[in-house]
């Protein structure tokens, strides 16, 4: 069984662009989280969705914003970049259905942004 | 706001010599506490999930336990393969999780 899978692993972008991270969640699952992960700050939650709706969301600002498709893919946008963008993000899926996340989530491996 | 301490930062052992990484949390409502492994340059992996005082798990050389403000992960005779980044995170009634800063361990051969 595949696992999840996050695009694309390394770019790199300057302050003011904006970018779209993708992540394709393990077969059959449909809820996929999105965390940032930094030295500093350790992971922090953004946002997780179920079915192609946002039930869940962490304190980051606006300009993150993310969106899940029909077959359970998931892209986040970052737009405006800073400087502190600069992180592993990763992608989790869960095989919850109904009932929120328990907890147990499948990573990827992460899409490493550096912000110039 | 849930919060999470792991300790130490960092722990570097002698294969076969045991030794205990330390999570403190504070969260509204406890739904579940989770250790996870991440190496290098990859998404951390699940380990365990507690779920109430005085629960234990185990897997290989790891054995989780769980009270009503901390849990640790002992790890009894490491082997070079278990040295990763151990992170400990609580998920609260918002059921978001909260990730401590992890523990790195180092095992020399």
């Known amino acids: 069984k595949a696992g999840v899978t996050q695009t694309p692993r390394y770019l790199i972008k300057t302050r003011g662009q904006q970018v779209t991270l993708s992540c394709s969640p393990i077969s059959g699952h449909r809820s996929v989280s999105w965390y940032q992960q930094t030295p500093g700050q350790g992971l922090q939650f953004l946002f997780e969705?179920?079915?192609?709706?946002?039930?869940n969301k962490g304190n980051f600002p606006g300009r993150f914003s993310g969106r899940q498709f029909s077959n359970s893919r998931s892209e986040m946008n970052v737009s405006t970049l800073e400087l502190g963008d600069s992180a592993l993000y990763l992608c989790?899926?869960?095989?919850?259905?109904?009932?929120?996340?328990?907890?147990?989530?499948?990573f990827g491996e992460g899409s490493r942004l550096t912000v110039l | 706001e849930d919060q999470v301490t792991q300790s130490p930062e960092a722990l570097r052992l002698q294969e076969g010599e045991s030794s205990s990484l330390n999570c403190s949390y504070t969260v509204s409502g406890l739904r579940g506490l989770f250790w996870y492994r991440q190496d290098p340059g990859k998404g951390p992996e699940f380990l365990f999930t507690?779920?109430?005082a005085g629960e234990e798990k185990e897997k290989e050389r790891l054995k989780a336990t769980l009270t009503k403000k901390e849990s640790f992960l002992h790890i009894t005779a490491p082997k070079p393969e278990d040295s990763a980044t151990y992170l400990c995170a609580v998920q609260g009634v918002d059921y978001k999780l909260s990730f401590g800063a992890g523990t790195t361990v180092t095992v020399r051969a």
């Open positions: 969705y179920f079915s192609e709706t946002q039930r």
């Open positions: 507690l779920y109430s």
């Open positions: 989790a899926s869960s095989s919850a259905q109904g009932a929120q996340n328990t907890g147990e989530l499948f």
